[in-house]
């Protein structure tokens, strides 16, 4: 279903910031920010969690890590032991260095793939942008609008004090 | 009446409004990556592309002969089993190493100068890692089994791989770095490619565009959990680097032939593979700047960086020549002493005394401040780092084998044509990879330099 957005739009990633900080500080609720690089200091601005990728990637190591040492242990102890060069079936120091390369492969993989899922980034997915230059070369803040939601005016007036230089209302999807 | 915050007053007094919607630096960034692939390729590029597909047919009608005929076409023997295809196999893992320490390592160092080179950095690690995978391969004989190598259930028994074998840990150490260095790169590309979607009229190039952006908007939700995936996969990558290399490495060192067997491999190793990549990259970047006039994002600064690793590394490499030497004279053992004096007296003597020349002596220069600004000087350099190193590696592998314990089974080496046009195929492989990625991709990760670009204007202004 579309919704509004009242969206501004920044040329400076400092007066991005800054709105941001102003705008939340007055009780309004950001909806999103878009910026054709990442911003730094916008994170706190938004109030934004810090991310959870690194649980997955933890998460993922550790089944990779096992996963190798599981079956290079059964496939060497238990399935088909050959004596080769006199070596104990269970090898364990030889199993480390593939052991190692599934944990970075298993945790790499899963880490790009959470990311994906979360942001919701597939091929093919409708790219859905809050106006023109937002990859290129423009910032923009987006509010969600609602009638009566809140006051427009005010969130106008503090936008345009923060530096924006265009405001306008947007309906469509984000 | 509004009541303005204290930050408002402050951005206002620090930011005065611009008529300008848009940052003018930022869409300059754009137009200037986005050009070369929106215009006709030039003169130059058509030229190199032509040598590039020339060297590469050669070497797909070299494989193609050594397939259809077998591995007695190359110059082998029975004391001398592994040779050219191995020498080649090394040196390419090398090269890729520079990619993944430009974009991961000199990110986790929060090196703002790789911003712009590391993309095609990463680009050149995954076109040598396919040059690299394709040596085991067609040594094979039969590489329509190559899937053998690979642990699955099947209807030999289950008759399953050696795990504790040096050459299986290669295996997985190529494809976990060949996988993860993919994602690394198109994960990083996805943005760029939103860019270019937006730059781009309704048409064929929109549509590829639009499925390869992946839906990208440049949310700053977005953002933010990318920019955390990017340190995860650099933390992942930086420890992979360092294994394959190692890994490279005890594919001889856990042989008992004296010259191979030696626990100073792995680092030995990973610092030459970081040379001699540093040189390829040098190399490209150098035909790249001017071939697509890029001279303002690959500065001379950026040569210059890339020359003090080299001159670290290939410092590091001539350590390590010394010390082989040095531990084979105190060890007592007359088979790794008679290796080391055939290695600089023997028939491949010249290989030897050229791969010192390129790779530890050659360096020293790099000490000239004027040198490592000089593009035509670095890249004459670079192209004695890639010989050195394909020296190194053929004098590593060839010298040990060709006179062991065994006097009766001493033997020559030398390389047959077909040999030396699959070595001119691969690197026809590597550079029509390379330059159809200069042409088709963003070869300057935009939004990486936009990012980088910001904060030296904001380091600045504070």
């Known amino acids: ?174 | 009446m509004i009541r303005f915050d204290h930050r408002v007053d402050r951005s206002l007094r620090l930011q005065p409004r611009r008529p300008l919607i848009g940052n003018q630096a930022l869409s300059r960034i754009t137009d200037d990556v986005a050009r070369p692939l929106e215009a006709r390729p030039g003169l130059g590029w058509c030229a190199a592309f032509a040598a590039a597909a020339t060297a590469l047919s050669i070497g797909v009608a070299c494989v193609a002969y050594e397939i259809a005929t077998g591995i007695g076409v190359w110059g082998l023997n029975r004391t001398v089993g592994w040779a050219f295809d191995i020498t080649n196999f090394v040196f390419w893992v090398g090269i890729g190493h520079a990619g993944t320490l430009i974009s991961a390592i000199l990110l986790l160092f929060r090196q703002q100068w790789r911003t712009s080179i590391n993309r095609s950095a990463e680009a050149m690690t995954i076109f040598a890692v396919v040059c690299a995978a394709l040596f085991p391969l067609i040594h094979m004989g039969r590489p329509w089994l190559a899937f053998w190598v690979f642990p699955y259930p099947n209807s030999r028994g289950s008759l399953w791989v050696n795990f504790r074998s040096p050459l299986l840990w290669d295996v997985f150490a190529i494809n976990t770095y060949m996988t993860i260095s993919l994602v690394f790169w198109y994960v990083g590309m996805i943005p760029d490619f939103a860019t270019l979607r937006d730059r781009a009229s309704a048409g064929l190039k929109k549509t590829i565009y639009s499925i390869a952006s992946f839906g990208w908007n440049g949310s700053h939700r977005t953002w933010s959990r990318y920019e955390t995936m990017n340190v995860i996969l650099a933390g992942l990558a930086t420890p992979l680097v360092i294994s394959v290399h190692s890994i490279v490495s005890m594919d001889f060192a856990t042989s008992i032939l004296p010259g191979w067997h030696t626990t100073i491999f792995p680092p030995y190793f990973v610092a030459g593979a970081v040379y001699s990549g540093f040189g390829m990259v040098t190399t490209l970047l150098v035909l790249t700047r001017s071939l697509m006039h890029l001279e303002a994002y690959i500065t001379e600064r950026h040569l210059d960086a890339m020359a003090k690793v080299m001159l670290l590394t290939g410092s590091l490499v001539g350590l390590a020549y010394g010390t082989e030497f040095y531990i084979a004279w105190v060890s007592g053992n007359v088979y790794e002493q008679a290796t080391f004096i055939g290695r600089a007296t023997g028939p491949y003597a010249w290989c030897f005394w050229t791969m010192v020349a390129c790779n530890a002596v050659a360096p020293q220069v790099l000490w000239s401040a004027r040198v490592r600004r000089s593009p035509a000087a670095l890249f004459v350099f670079s192209i004695l780092v890639n010989v050195g190193m394909w020296l190194e590696r053929f004098v590593i592998i060839v010298t040990s084998l060709h006179r062991s314990y065994l006097p009766s089974s001493w033997v020559m080496y030398r390389p047959t044509l077909i040999e030396v046009g699959t070595l001119l195929g691969s690197f026809g492989l590597f550079f029509t990879c390379f330059l159809l990625f200069i042409r088709l991709l963003p070869m300057i990760a935009m939004w990486e330099v936009k990012g980088a670009h910001r904060a030296r204007g904001a380091a600045s202004h504070g």
């Open chain 1, 1 to 174: 279903m579309a919704s509004a957005y009242l969206i501004a739009t920044f040329a400076e990633p400092e007066a991005l910031v800054g709105a941001v900080e102003t705008i939340r500080a007055h009780g309004f609720k950001i909806y999103d920010v878009y910026a054709p690089c990442p911003v730094h200091g916008l994170d706190e601005a938004m109030g934004l969690r810090r991310s959870r990728l690194p649980y997955v990637t933890l998460a993922a190591g550790v089944i990779g890590c096992a996963a190798a040492i599981a079956l290079e242990f059964y496939v060497a102890v238990f399935d088909w032991n050959l004596n080769i060069g006199g070596k104990p079936d269970n090898s364990l120091l030889a199993f480390v260095p593939i052991a190692f390369e599934l944990t970075v492969l298993a945790a790499g993989l899963a880490t790009a793939a959470a990311f994906l899922l979360r942001a919701g980034l597939f091929p093919g997915a409708a790219a859905r942008p809050a106006g023109p230059g937002v990859t290129d070369d423009t910032f923009a803040v987006a509010l969600r609008w609602r009638p009566n939601a809140f006051d427009t005016g005010e969130a106008r007036h503090l936008l345009l004090a923060s530096g924006a230089t265009d405001i306008r209302q947007m309906v469509g999807d984000l």
